[in-house]
């Protein structure tokens, strides 16, 4: 997804990612309307579904209208690390929360996925801003914050959404704050 929006121009990534949504989302409603459709999308998408996905919406269904609604509200570069936070911090934040999460703080969240989404959204985060030649004066400090912003829209829940909604909206807020604190507007204008 994120190759996609950063080499496509950003009328052909948007239309891609309508289509996508009207393509599944209204599927993914109606199937929990339907029983014969479930049936059938459980049938079709048995490798890939998760068992929690059966009676209830698809995590693409909350990853697809998150990534919609932050390329409509902010800003190329803040939705372009978004995606990267959404891409690599949030499995390898399970991942590490499964493997080694022995301190919960909320629910199945896990002091060690904290700490791993953590150091990937600071180094994604790093890499994005040397790369695009961004906040050069500042890197370290708006790395490490960034890091944090990451980190805790992977881990704070948000009633019984699906983090794949509410990490890259949580991550574009947090991330327009820090940088327009730290003038990343100015610089880019």
Known sequence: MFLAYVYLPPAVSMTILVTAWLLFVP???ARQKYPALNDLAVHAFKPIMRQSEVKKLAGTTYLLSGVLIVDVLFPREIVGLTLL???FADPIASYFGILYGKDKIFGHKS???FMAAFFVCA???FFYLLY???LMDRLIIVSLFAGLVGAFAELIPVGKLDDNLTLPLMSAVGLTILFYFFGFFATVG
């Open 85 to 87: 936070f959404l891409a």
């Open 111 to 113: 002091i060690q996925g």
């Open 123 to 125: 180094a994604v985060t």
């Open 132 to 134: 695009h030649n961004y």
């Open 27 to 29: 599927i993914d409603f």
